[in-house]
Structure formats: structure tokens, C-alpha cells
């Protein structure tokens, strides 16, 4: 029967999708967003896959760390900063790049020499609220950070969208005119742009974008979907029927018994639950994929198992796989039936999940996580 449950990684779909953020934004330089081990994909086969890029954006140290040793000459920009003086010391030995967002990183950053270089990115708040300086700071900001012994090279400048996702607001262009506005007169790379930025928001651009979601294959848009974005899923998520059962009309199934059979129905179980990271609140409807059939999903998702309504699907057997999110399943069309988003779909994938690297056009698989 093989695996009881796997992700395929394309990456022959992550290349096409990263050439699209090129051509979208024509002209910037690339920092791929590798958070949350590269959205779940991989940190270290996804950075190896897109070695091109001009710099990788990581929010750990430690992932920072393990990226590093393989990749000694990539720029590596630490996207919360630092924390103390502890991952301070640890950022100047492995060569990382800083985002300073607050005075306390300032203020340990004044205790280091020109012995310690280090290459700076000032974040501003221009309507997130989350993190960085207020935008009316940016003159003053500069002049601190300018000064420090340990700033090397020219000082970047970055923002981060609130709502980009959204073309029919306003609030990313008052968010672009704040942190133009903010940087007038003021040396320094500009980077604005997340994957919502680059399709819909072109002024955005600035010197450097910073994909993620739609690297992976997902829509940063709202109403839009991958396809008509130019992008192609790079993970599918699959499992295996491991046993099917027949089940009376009137008859409730699940925990709860939540979901009453509206008919005579056959019930396939998959191997596959929230233990995986599938969604626990996919509703009773959600689709899955059977022998290129969509198929609902039934009652409530367990720790390692799910109910399947086969009762449309001749043929169906154990040992089947069942496709949750991928090609021909988008994965946005399953977190809205779990009340979620794309990106928590794919970081939420345990890592008892084992992930097989291909190139679809064959399907061979040149890396699996699980050998």
C-alpha cells in the first residue's frame, strides 16, 4: 500500500511561480520569503531550488542559523531582528542581515564596533501597527543608524502591507504615499512589496519585493485564484483509504455524531487528521479528491482520520489515494471551508508528514524527508 499520507513538492511549479514575482516585478531584486520552514515547504530545499534569488527572509535565528551553514555567500535577512544581546552575537558571527524595528535593537546595536559589520534594514509603521518605527521617525532613525560603527553598506528601508490582498482598498496606497512620503531626501534601498504588492500594487515595487504565498503556488489575492494569477501549487497533500464501510440512511457518524446520513452511503476512512495538520474545523462538504473525483467530506476530522463520502465514486477501494489540497484542488478553496487562510494550510503540515521533492513533469522523486 506505500505511505499513509505524504506531500509531493514541485518544484518545477516554485520555479515557474518565482518567475512570475520577476516579471511582475521587473527590474527589483528578490528576497523569498523562507518563515515557518519555508511556509512548510522546506527552508533548505526550496532556498537550494531558488538559489537565484538576491536574498532569502527568514523570522527565526535558528532557521537563520541552519540556512547559513549551507548557504555561506547567500544574504540572509533576519526579519524580526534580534532579540538580545545573546542572538545579536549570533547574527554577527553567521552574517545575518538585521531588521531594526524597535529602539532596544538600536541600542544594542551602539555597543558594537566597525569590527562587527553589519548590514541594516529600518522598518516603518507605516498602518500595520505591528511592528516598527513610526513613520514620522524615519529622518531621525536615520541619523541614529547611520552613525553606528557597525552599519555597513547602504541602509535599506522596508513597510509591510495591511491589507493588500484587497485591490478595492485604499489603505495600501495611503500605506505607500506614508513610507514614500516618510523616506524623502533619505539615502537607501526601499522594499514595500509582499506578494499581494507585486500583482496588484505596482508602485509597490520599489528597489526590493519580498514573495511568499504566491511563491508557493497559493493566490495573495482576494477573489482571485492561483490559476488566474499565473501560478501553479507546489505542494499536494495526500493520503490513502484505509478502510470502507457501508452506513444506513438516519445513521450518524463521527464525534459528536455530528453528520447524519441523508442516505445509504459508503464511508471510506483515510489516514490523515488534524495530527497532520489537516484542518480540524474543514466542515462536513469540504472536498477531497478520489481517483480524479471530488468527493465530500463527512462528520468531523479526528486526530488521524477522516470520513469520505464515496457513495458517487465507483470503484473506490482501500488503498486508494486521496488528494486534500493541490493540483485540481486548490488549496484557498479548502481553507475556506476551515474558516482559515492558504498560508496557515500549508504551515500547519506536521512534520511526521513526509515530503517528496519532484519534478511533476515525471513525477521522480530526487528528495524525500522520510528516507
Not at 542581515?97 to 559589520?117: F, Y
Not at 523616506?183 to 515595487?205: F, Q
Not at 504565498?213 to 495526500?238: F, I, N, T, W
Request: net charge positive; hydrophobic share 40%.
Amino acid at each position: 500500500m506505500g505511505r499513509r499520507v505524504w506531500a509531493k513538492i514541485d518544484l518545477n511549479a516554485l520555479k515557474q511561480n518565482y518567475r512570475v514575482a520577476k516579471v511582475a516585478a521587473s527590474g527589483a531584486q528578490i528576497m523569498i520569503m523562507l518563515k515557518s520552514n519555508a511556509y512548510g515547504h522546506g527552508t533548505v530545499v526550496v532556498a537550494s531550488a531558488l538559489k537565484d534569488a538576491d536574498a532569502f527572509g527568514i523570522h527565526c535565528i535558528h532557521e537563520a542559523i541552519k540556512l547559513r551553514r549551507i548557504m555561506p555567500e547567500k544574504r540572509i535577512v533576519l526579519l524580526s531582528g534580534v532579540l538580545d544581546a545573546t542572538e545579536l552575537a549570533l547574527a554577527v558571527k553567521y552574517h545575518l542581515e538585521l531588521v531594526v524595528h524597535r529602539q532596544g535593537q538600536l541600542d544594542l546595536l551602539k555597543r558594537l564596533s566597525k569590527a562587527s559589520p553589519l548590514r541594516l534594514w529600518i522598518k516603518i509603521n507605516t498602518g500595520m501597527n505591528r511592528l516598527g518605527f513610526p513613520y514620522g521617525d524615519a529622518e531621525s532613525l536615520y541619523q541614529q543608524v547611520a552613525t553606528l560603527p557597525c552599519c555597513h553598506g547602504p541602509i535599506h528601508w522596508m513597510t509591510h502591507f495591511a491589507w493588500a490582498s484587497n485591490v478595492a482598498s485604499t489603505e495600501t496606497s495611503r500605506q505607500i504615499h506614508r513610507f514614500h512620503e516618510a523616506l524623502i531626501g533619505l539615502p537607501g534601498e526601499r522594499s514595500l512589496a509582499n506578494s499581494a504588492g507585486i500583482l496588484a500594487w505596482p508602485k509597490s515595487h520599489g528597489d526590493w519585493v519580498r514573495p511568499g504565498l504566491m511563491v508557493y503556488g497559493a493566490s495573495p489575492l482576494d477573489h482571485r485564484c492561483a490559476k488566474e494569477c499565473g501560478l501553479r501549487p507546489v505542494m499536494s497533500l495526500y493520503s490513502r483509504i484505509v478502510t470502507i464501510i457501508s452506513v444506513k440512511k438516519g445513521q450518524r457518524i463521527g464525534y459528536s455524531l455530528s453528520w447524519q446520513c441523508y442516505r445509504d452511503a459508503i464511508i471510506g476512512i483515510a489516514s490523515i487528521g488534524y495530527g497532520d495538520g489537516y484542518p480540524r474545523h474543514a466542515v462536513s462538504g469540504t472536498p477531497v479528491m478520489v481517483n480524479g473525483k471530488r468527493c465530500p467530506l463527512v462528520g468531523r476530522v479526528s486526530m488521524d482520520l477522516i470520513h469520505i463520502d464515496l457513495t458517487d465514486c465507483k470503484g473506490a477501494k482501500v488503498g486508494d489515494s486521496v488528494l486534500l489540497w493541490g493540483a485540481n484542488l486548490p488549496i484557498e478553496e479548502i481553507a475556506r471551508s476551515a474558516s482559515t487562510v492558504a498560508y496557515e494550510l500549508m504551515c500547519q503540515v506536521s512534520e511526521r508528514v513526509p515530503r517528496q521533492m519532484v519534478y511533476n513533469e515525471s513525477e521522480e522523486v530526487i528528495y524525500d524527508t522520510a528516507t
